[in-house]
């Protein structure tokens, strides 16, 4: 998409509306009543795909087999939906130099960027545990995770026991984040926001962030991998 650009539920009606079925992630949010500027979106990607149908998600061999390391980055937008204002997060998910999980999903509106992204983080750790989990029912052997946030308020208060009036609407995703943290079970950690690969999965980026990002996710061509022109 084009970078920072948002779609809303207004605007003029697209009269092909059978073709718009084609389209992925933000546009099939509108497919029940698609402007023309949804098209617009929808022939994007589609020229996007054409380009690329030799990409694919690439794995590598880790560098180590005794132990694997397992890192999520976690990232939100906070409000960054115009119709509803509810906020777009993240969660990518390493298996040493490999993505193995990723997911996209915020149900309710965050009163506060802080909230979208403990909310992300809160994904994150669930989904983390339950690979940590698969994992040792599989004799593997994992150092311990590591959960990758840009948000400094909310690596503070994964930390900080003291629970603020402010922050007392969402105490199960605090409690139950810090309690994985005190227990050494994972760690919390910052990474600053240019090093955030889940950002490309929370908004329309420009195409230098946006490809620097992909690179991150391995999704590459094979074929100029390990054949180049």
């Known amino acids: 998409m084009i970078g920072g650009q948002q779609l809303t539920k207004e605007g003029t009606l697209f009269d092909d509306p059978t073709e718009i079925a084609f389209s992925v ?29 030799g990409h694919g998600l690439v794995f590598t061999p880790a560098s180590s087999t005794t132990s694997f390391n397992l890192t999520a980055f976690t990232d939100a937008d906070w409000a960054a939906d115009p119709n509803d204002r509810r906020s777009t997060s993240a969660v990518c998910i390493y298996l040493g130099p490999n993505l193995v999980s990723w997911s996209k999903k915020q ?10 992204e403990y909310r992300a983080l809160a994904q994150a750790v669930t989904e983390v545990l339950w690979i940590q989990s698969l994992l040792k029912e599989l004799k ?12 400094q308020s909310t690596i503070a208060l994964s930390h900080n026991p003291v629970l603020h009036s402010r922050s007392k609407h969402m ?16 760690v919390v ?17 420009l195409p230098k962030r946006f490809l620097f990002l992909r690179s991150k996710l391995n999704v590459a061509d094979p074929s100029t991998m390990f054949h180049p022109p």
């Open 25 to 53: 992630n933000k546009v099939s949010q509108f497919m029940c009543s698609p402007m023309e500027e949804h098209w617009k979106v929808v022939k994007r990607i589609l020229r996007y795909l054409k380009r690329t149908v």
């Open 171 to 186: 105490e199960l995703d605090i409690f139950f984040v810090r309690e994985k943290v005190l227990s050494k079970s994972l």
């Open 107 to 116: 149900l309710l509106v965050a009163r506060s960027s802080t909230e979208a």
């Open 140 to 151: 593997v052997h994992l150092n311990t995770p590591i959960v990758l946030c840009d948000n």
């Open 189 to 205: 950690s910052h990474i600053p926001a240019q090093h955030q690969y889940a950002d490309v999965l929370t908004k329309a980026l």
